[in-house]
């Protein structure tokens, strides 16, 4: 890639990042915020999300929309991906758990902001491509995991907090048993024309609270039989 066009994937990149806060204003009353925290927004600028879509797909990577990634599966929304971060109100210490890597997108957004991030996807093709693609980014704190997330990944748990990027009718008990106390969630669950994303807390004593935050459309959790 020459220098011309990473200026202009740059500059591109600024623009969605714009764009991402003109919705939350918009959204607001939704959402209950104003703004999206600054070290949220600031790895929106600084993760090329160009690097985690398909190369044919390079040409619309800052357009504020999902993208097919192959495999009949999606890279999130850049508003999404923020607003889900943000929830999670990540801290630098923390381990998370991500379910549905995807092509490493939201991961990498994470790892800007958390300690470790700890990441499974049920299909091998994209959990490879994900992994190819965020080494040779440089990021050396995202572990990676073949398998169903409806089971969580136990051996790194408990999690500060988890982020599940494919919508669940219920929430997998396994993913709340892997949640410290203390810690928080965020997920879409509900049928599919009437999904909502979730923000589960997680007291010190152990017990759940949800709170919808707003309408969403995701791709069902795939599990294993």
């Not at 999404?80 to 758990?97: G, H, K």
């Not at 049928?191 to 935050?213: F, H, M, N, P, Y």
């Amino acid at each position: 890639m020459t220098e011309q066009e990473e200026i202009e994937l740059a500059q591109l990149r600024l623009g969605m990042v714009s764009l991402i806060a003109a919705y939350v204003q918009l959204s607001g009353d939704q959402i209950n915020k104003e703004k999206l925290d600054d070290r949220v927004m600031a790895a929106m600028r600084r993760v090329p999300r160009h690097d985690f879509v398909p190369l044919e797909m390079r040409p619309f990577a800052y357009a504020d929309g999902p993208l097919p990634i192959g495999c009949g599966k999606t890279v999130s929304q850049p508003f999404m991906v923020a607003l889900m971060t943000d929830l999670l109100e990540l801290n630098e210490d923390d381990r998370v758990l991500e379910i549905g890597t995807g092509l490493g997108y939201h991961a990498a957004v994470m790892a800007e902001l958390a300690k470790e991030v700890c990441s499974v996807e049920i299909i091998e093709e994209l959990a490879e491509q994900a992994q190819r693609r965020l080494e040779a980014a440089g990021y050396r704190n995202i572990r990676f995991r073949i398998g169903d997330g409806g089971y969580g990944w136990p051996d790194y748990g408990p999690y500060d907090k988890i982020l599940v990027a494919a919508a669940c009718e219920l929430i997998p008990p396994p993913l709340l048993e892997q949640l410290k106390p203390g810690g928080r969630m965020v997920i879409p669950s509900g049928l599919e024309d009437a999904q909502q994303l979730l923000l589960v807390d997680k007291d010190s004593s152990g017990r759940i609270k949800t709170q919808e935050i707003i309408p969403v459309l995701f791709a069902p959790l795939v599990v294993s039989h």
